[in-house]
């Protein structure tokens, strides 16, 4: 780089060189454009608003305003955000894509333009700024030199890199270095953004067409999380209308990990994106209990959805008598087979909740034949309150009864009988043993739900009533869901698409589908697109090796992952007696408080707590990502309980004692692959217990 850091606080005064000043005095008037834009959108549309009191459609002001307040936000300059960060030098004449006619185009987070609507800063989303990803020494695309910026922490340009496409005396790894440069460059708090260095694999991906749900299998740090995010940021740029309406999420596995990455898209310039867990997105709050993992697997497999599916529609029954239903001195009758006719012609042919006030029209509708018969001329009035008398309602209450999701999955887990019959050859007789509780709650009012029942409420909800559709969600680390919690996400985007992103190799949940044609199935997109990220970029070569000694365990069918960067010495393996380990994990992160970035301290939940308190009395300021989940963004050094890991990346981990956190569950395993893959620059793994064999031969 031109210069590499310690540039002076203030251009004006600075010495730095002529390019670096020139550069500097540009970002200068394209700030000032972005606040005369800013001023002109809120200044303007403070008129329309007042106009636009007059409009008499309450929601649709109540949207035109959030839309006006939105537009408002996407141009405030935030302070440590640089607004471009890279350059694009085209052949003179040349025309590239969405040509504006000009020679150099900056790219940076958004659009700005000056005075006269020519641009200053292209919006790194827009067709023309693809080049400043795509383009090679091989397929220039009309480009001659590529200059990417490096900026001090408080968004000054401190230095640029430049990359000649074209010419001779080309130092091909250039744009390699600035890459890893960027990569390294110390942690502190949540996930950054990537938007200047997004590789060509990855800028495929994020800029795939809405229509078609994306699934894409990576090894860990292959930018998995990156791209659904950056994705996200484009297809609100592209698609922003329809998705303004419709909707868009990103579901995540758990509150600390949704606490990392909340960062990533305002900074790209998005404040309007639903973050969540599938939990919170099903809407049935936190589930109050851990579950055997064998009755984790069971609840969470697709046949599920076959005995939910009897279990509830076993609630509607013939009829034991027709309908008496009195008016004045006549008496109107419907005669059992009838009702049944009605019955079994509406079952199963719509939804269950609808199906009944569907069925309570037809039979009123058989009364009001009868008046018409008798001379009566009713009217709709007349057929809705025949519809919804007490005669109706209590036939139907006999032979379609209303009834919710809680009541029928308390029924199905406490009456031995009534599985039996739900369940048919579905499941077996030892499967339905499981199945049912060992002490059942008095009512369905006193139950507690675990994360496996909630989408067994969501399946048999969605048989009542139909759930509303969005329009996209990013769905990641997806290879934990079961078939079910698949089912219940995929009904929430029946009408849109998904980004699907995951690891098989980092599943660790017991009732895990374990392949992804099944997943999609299972999500209801068995025609997504399936691809596969193979260059890692967070974890180093060496450590990454070390990890990929589990795969032929864990994950058979997967090809070993490849790293972008090498760094001898990243990885440090050593073992202790069991009574100094605590003072070599101390003295561990001692050592690296010394230097930059963060410092994540993995080990298995059940030991965390008494490692924590530890370091504390070790005069440590250690944050617990179990009692905060803001801990990452409170302390540089944070302890994390394995299952809290995945996701997560530190600048250096400190893993301690392997064992406990294979031996803590059924896939402790896959439990430490993730685990071990969390390092950017050191991974350090400490150990009194001997080590997993596999691990054991390349230590
Ligand atoms: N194009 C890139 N430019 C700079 N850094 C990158 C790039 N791609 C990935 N990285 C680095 O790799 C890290 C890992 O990215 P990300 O968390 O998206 O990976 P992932 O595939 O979701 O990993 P995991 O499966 O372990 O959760 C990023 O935080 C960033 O540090």
Redesign the pocket.
Known sequence: MADSSGAPADPALDHAEPEIRAERAYLATARAALHRMHHDVVTTETQLTAAAEDNDNYAERLFQKRARELRALLLVDLPDVPLFFGRLDFDPGAAHPGSTGAERLYIGRRHVHDGAGDPLVIDWRAPISTAFYRATRDDRQGVRLRRRYGFSGAAELTAYEDEPLAGPGVDGDRAGAF?AA??ERP?SGP??D?V????PE?DDLVRAPLERTVCVQ????????????HRVAYLLYTERDRLGRTGIAVVGPNRSFLSYIRRVLPALGEVNVTQTTVEELIGRGPAHHREDPAVARLKGDARMAEVLHRALWSHVTRPAEGLVYAKGVYRHRVADHEVSEIVAGLRGAMRYGPGRAAAAKRIAHAVLVQMERRGESPDDRTHNAVARSKPVRQLLDAVWPKVTPEQVLFRLLSDAEFLARSARRDLTQEEQELLLWRRPPRSWRSAKWSDADTALLDELSDLVERTASIGHIVL??AQDLSPMQCRAVGRRCATGSMTV???IA?GTAPSAVGDWAALLRHLGKPDARLET?ER????PAQIIDFAARLLPEIAPGLGAPTSARRSPGALRVAAAAPEGLPDAVAATCREHLKGEGSIGVITADAALPALHQRLLAEGLEAASLEENENAMEDARLVCVPATLA????FDTVVLVEPAGIVNAEPRGLHRLY?AL??A?SALHVLHAAPLPAALREAA
């Not at 890692?536 to 974890?539: E, L, N, P």
């Not at 995945?646 to 990346?649: A, R, T, V």
């Open positions: 890459l960027e990569i942690r996930m950054r990537i200047a260095t997004i590789q990855q990576g090894a860990p740090g292959t930018g998995k999380t990156a791209v659904g995010l990641d680390e992103l995951g690891d980092q990220l890692g970029y967070r974890v995945k996701g997560l990346e993730v893959t969390r950017v």
